[in-house]
């Protein structure tokens, strides 16, 4: 089992994450620059590679097993851990390497924007700007998250979108346009709470303009995973998602940012891969 180790995600409890893997027996390695962990993960022999950081080294080691017959595991210690939230894996890390050490193993679809893959969400607009600001700032942590999107969205107006779901289209105005294979964005913030990692089903979750009086309500709802009981949120579901826009523009995928142009093809490869999960 190979453990590889993001030095500068997350939360700061590297040193004491890298001992506990050492006295379990684990071998570990640390990335030196982006795309390294994708790169240790195609090219190592070891049956189960596991990511230890958050979303975005999550995305790079499992980018790397695509193809493979080896096995991805988690050990959650970034901003949002929204994949391994929604497996189940706990952010203690004893609990999570308990869970390594276990070995059960669960089917995890990929999906892929524009032929990136990608693992837990996807998205543009409101959430997608955000992203962008938060990364140019410099820091982490979701207070900085948070400041960043309070700063956004004073003046903020919702864009027009083409949403294309399984042939089907729809016009809206929209905050944001979520794709999710797993059920949240991280922290247990649920914005497509119906979705599961191993069905072969991207839950698509857009979000109307609203009153900044009607936030708390929403947040509630997101944070319950009721987001879809709100008049504001509407719900869809496929396995080929088509999003359309005037200009090209910020998008994300497992808490990263890129530049996305004006269309964004998304689909889904069913059991992609194996990953190692608590049974539920």
Not at 119 to 136: I, L, P
Not at 190 to 213: C, H, N, Q, Y
Request: some cysteine; charged content about 20%; proline content about 5%.
């Amino acid at each position: 089992m190979l453990c590889i180790v993001n030095p500068i995600s997350g939360n700061g409890r590297k040193s004491k994450i890298v001992n506990l893997l050492r006295e379990s027996g684990m071998e570990v390695v640390h990335t030196a620059y982006p795309g390294h962990a994708e790169r240790i993960a195609k090219e190592t022999s070891a049956h189960t590679v596991v990511a230890v950081g958050g979303d975005g080294t999550v995305n790079e080691v499992a980018r790397g097993l695509l193809g493979t017959d080896k096995t991805l595991g988690i050990v959650p210690c970034g901003s949002g851990d929204g994949l391994a939230l929604d497996l189940g894996i706990s952010r203690s890390p004893r609990k999570a390497i308990k869970t390594l050490l276990d070995a059960e193993t669960v089917p995890l679809d990929a999906a892929f924007v524009n032929g990136k893959p990608f693992f837990s969400v996807c998205g543009v607009g409101f959430d997608a700007q955000v992203s962008k600001m938060f990364s140019e700032s410099g820091e982490r942590g979701l207070k900085n998250y948070i400041w960043q999107a309070v700063k956004l969205w004073h003046g903020f107006s919702p864009e027009h979108y083409e949403l294309i779901v399984d042939g089907e289209k729809i016009d809206c105005q929209a905050v944001l346009i979520t794709v999710g294979n797993s059920n949240q964005w991280g922290n247990g913030a649920k914005v497509t709470p119906l979705a599961s990692v191993s069905d072969g089903i991207l839950e698509v979750t857009v979000l109307d303009m609203f009153r900044t009086a009607e936030l708390p309500s929403l947040a509630g709802k997101l944070m319950t995973g009721r987001c879809y009981r709100s008049r504001r949120v509407h719900h869809f579901a496929g396995k080929h998602i088509i999003i359309r826009r005037s200009l090209s523009g910020p998008a994300h995928f497992d808490g990263e940012c890129f530049e996305a142009p004006e269309v964004l093809d998304i689909t889904v490869q069913p059991s992609a891969l194996r990953v190692v999960a608590p049974v539920r």
